[in-house]
């Protein structure tokens, strides 16, 4: 492929991928705004008309802000590769560093603390404006500023020596290097699956065992029922940061943990609460989880496979406004234009990866609805989309492309069919 050729496609998907995600944004805004004045039929009796409104307004403020920092991203974008910003910080830091390990990592740090300034003010945005302009801002500027710190440090104790380990094994291990680094990088992620929750979770979040005994035998006996076993129920304090309410599970093998959000076990009853777990467990049951991680893993094997053929590619590296240096090592740039430029390539298959989950979402549904009552779900989620100020009326082609969860009259429909 000749550079040019390259660049021109690397435009045309890019301005095809804003306008397609401008007009899911506008047809977005539109549909919620035409369905606010009433709460739909289905939910009338459920959720007040204040709270569908909020709903609405919250909904068009937060499309708005992703409508700009997609234009903001998209102009850094254009400039770190067509204008020659990479090339330039690179050509910087070659003459600061000289070649070899020093440059790569420089190059790798300088394009992350970059990124970092440029999300900065939409994150302070996001938290303390808009965030707050509905109430659901429970953040202080310090923990703000100290989340900052923390992510930077953690991303540096444990990025580093990962990136560090991949851009070796580019130099050095052949033209099968990309195999290695797939090896690495998955046991990097199972490692993580172990870490996150046991040692990088509790650095930002406080976890204490669930107290309440009466509520414990409740979940208890429901895991029982379903053959599941855990290693601990966690109340984490969700609420010092944000009054969304959610439940999660973590880790894999023994170490798995089920986590509540204090937010979650205040709003909801107990019936409620073990609907919800159902739901979670039922994804565990149905094998959804394995499959999401040997999917992932399939994937990153062809995108390793991707770019080791591209880090050779002359047109690759000019196509996207930057020396290639074939014959020293260039290997940071090739990780930073790949992922810069994947994204612009990939956008448009988004609605496959939600079809996938939405059947994972409507399974776990069932599992739930089968193993507690769908009545108790369904009053949970009622309870969550009014709290977490979600919109009950989506644009669906938006929906289709960015929500892994289907609309929740859709979801509810299913729910009360299903008994
Ligand atoms: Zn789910």
């Not at 067509?82 to 420089?106: D, E, I, K, R, Y």
């Not at 953690?154 to 033209?175: C, E, F, Q």
């Not at 990309?178 to 979040?205: D, E, K, R």
């Not at 509520?215 to 029982?224: C, D, K, T, V, W």
């Amino acid at each position: 492929m000749s550079s040019l050729v390259f660049s021109v496609l690397f435009v045309g998907f890019l301005v095809v991928t804003l306008i397609v995600r401008f007009w899911l944004g506008s047809r977005h805004i539109r549909h919620v705004l035409a369905h606010r004045g009433a709460v739909p039929a289905e939910f009338a009796e459920k959720i007040p008309l204040y709270a569908h409104q909020k709903a609405a307004d919250y909904t068009v403020a937060r499309t708005k802000l992703s409508l700009v920092t997609l234009l903001v991203n998209a102009a850094v974008l254009v400039g770190f590769t067509l204008l020659g910003g990479l090339q330039w910080l690179s050509v910087a830091l070659f003459n600061l560093t000289g070649p070899g390990m020093l440059h790569q990592l420089a190059l790798l740090a300088a394009f992350a603390a970059i990124s970092g300034l440029v999300d900065l003010p939409f994150d302070y945005y996001r938290q303390f404006v808009l965030e707050a302009r509905f109430g659901f801002n429970k953040m202080t500027l310090g923990l703000f500023i100290s989340d900052m710190v923390k992510n930077t440090l953690v991303g540096i104790i444990v990025g580093l020596p990962l990136i560090w380990v991949i851009l070796s094994l580019m130099d050095k291990a052949g033209s099968l290097w990309w195999f290695y680094a797939w090896l690495v990088w998955s046991g990097f992620q199972l490692l993580m699956l172990v870490l996150y929750p046991t040692v990088i979770a509790p650095l930002f979040n406080k976890f204490t065992p669930l107290q309440d005994e009466s509520l414990r035998s409740r979940i208890e006996n429901l895991m029982q029922r379903v053959g599941f076993a855990s290693k601990g129920l966690f109340v984490m304090d969700g609420s010092k940061r944000s009054a969304h309410g959610n439940a999660y599970f973590s880790g894999f093998g023994a170490a798995k943990r089920i986590v509540f959000f204090d937010t979650l076990l205040a709003r909801l009853g107990p019936q409620e609460i073990e609907a919800v777990l159902a739901h979670e467990l039922g994804h565990f049951k149905l094998k959804h989880i394995i499959k999401r991680i040997a999917v992932m893993f399939g994937v990153s094997l062809g995108l390793l496979a991707l770019l080791g053929y591209l880090k050779t590619q002359a047109w690759f590296y000019t196509g996207l406004g930057v020396d290639p240096m074939l014959l020293t090592s260039n290997d940071a740039m090739a990780l930073v234009l790949f992922m810069l430029a994947l994204p612009v390539f990939t956008f448009l298959l988004s609605p496959l990866t939600s079809i996938t989950s939405r059947k994972h979402e409507f399974e776990a549904d069932a599992f739930a609805a089968k193993h507690t009552n769908a009545q108790d779900l369904v009053s949970a989620l009622v309870k969550l989309y009014e709290d977490n100020a979600s919109t009950l009326t989506p644009d669906p082609l938006h929906s289709a492309f960015y929500d892994s969860h289907p609309p929740a009259s859709i979801r509810i429909h299913h729910l009360l069919g299903s008994r």
